[in-house]
């Protein structure tokens, strides 16, 4: 099986890596700078769960050509029209497999590829590309998921678990992934508009004021509401979970959007908070924290200009 990874960053860089690292015929589909840099250096990974340096195949938006069994896409939201574009001369007969958070790109990609191709996914990992091309993981949960939206596209997704299986971090397949990737949804949006709202991880969220265990719960229950308004309301091993980990006073994790806007980048604003707070209200929910959470960021996102 052939599997095509859109770009060698964080998310495609650590699974694609992995994947090769274990036999898999993966090729990169990247910017010229990135192929060069691959080139000269191999794919080098920083991991807990161990490093990695190899030479990979890649290839770039002139030299792109259909022949792939699956495309992994683990662009960022505000990324999906150029990443689009930069499959779709490879995309003929091949899965598409989404890494993105939140839902709304699987209209998109139905739209574009038609919804028995478009799998769904949900990527549970912590990384980030740093300067000099290296993808760091950040902690030891390496977790890829994935599975089929329509009973068409069922046979060929199974036969991605065996290949899947081989890069060495958590894979599995699901049979109800769009609910997975709610439940996933849920909780990072909670987490990301808390955390950028108040500019702190959890464990600070909560520490810093009576209050702040209570806020990190309410936000989770605007997100929770839309999600099962969506008819995808969150499984109760994933609701005592989330709790858990949202009223912690020890917790140090974190978002990812936090880290983003910290260092003056592009965030996911209307992708995963916009939309859900759409959702929430559209539920009925007053969802005062998600709209301050998104008002928040799209200060943010004015200030970048």
């Not at 896409?73 to 995309?91: M, S």
């Not at 060929?156 to 049979?175: E, H, I, N, Q, T």
């Not at 808390?194 to 464990?203: E, P």
């Not at 008819?231 to 858990?244: D, T, V």
């Amino acid at each position: 099986m052939r599997i095509l990874v859109l770009g060698a960053g964080g998310i495609g860089g650590y699974y694609g890596g992995r994947l090769a690292a274990g036999g898999v015929d993966v090729t990169f589909l990247v910017r010229p700078r990135r192929a060069e840099q691959l080139a000269r250096d191999g794919l080098v990974i920083k991991s807990p769960m161990g490093d990695l340096a190899i030479p990979v195949k890649t290839v770039t938006s002139e030299t792109v050509a259909p022949g792939y069994d699956a495309i992994i896409v683990g662009c960022k939201a505000y990324d999906l029209e150029t990443a689009i574009a930069a499959i779709r001369p490879a995309a003929a007969g091949a899965l598409i497999i989404p890494q993105l958070n939140g839902m709304r790109h699987l209209e998109r990609l139905d739209a574009e590829f038609g919804r028995d191709r478009v799998l769904g996914g949900v990527a549970a990992i912590a990384v980030t590309l740093e300067a000099d091309g290296t993808v760091r993981h950040l902690n030891k949960i390496h977790s890829f998921v994935t599975g089929p939206r329509s009973p068409a596209a069922a046979a060929a997704c199974a036969a991605l678990g065996p290949v899947l299986g081989k890069g060495g971090f958590d894979s599995r397949l699901s049979d109800d992934i769009e609910q997975d990737m709610w439940e996933k949804w849920v909780f990072l949006c909670s987490m990301a508009a808390m955390c950028c709202l108040i500019r702190g991880n959890v464990g600070q969220i909560v520490r810093a004021s009576p209050d702040g265990a209570g806020l990190m719960l309410e936000m989770l229950e605007d997100c929770s509401a839309a999600a099962a308004a969506a008819g995808h309301a969150p499984r109760e091993a994933h609701r005592a979970n989330s709790r858990k980990q949202f009223t912690d006073p020890q917790g140090t994790w974190e978002a990812s959007m936090l880290r983003d806007l910290r260092r003056g980048s592009q965030v996911e604003a209307d992708h995963v908070v916009g939309d859900m707070l759409a959702r929430a209200t559209a539920a009925g929910r007053p969802a005062t924290l998600l709209k301050a959470a998104y008002a928040n960021l799209k200060v943010y996102e004015a200030g970048r200009g």
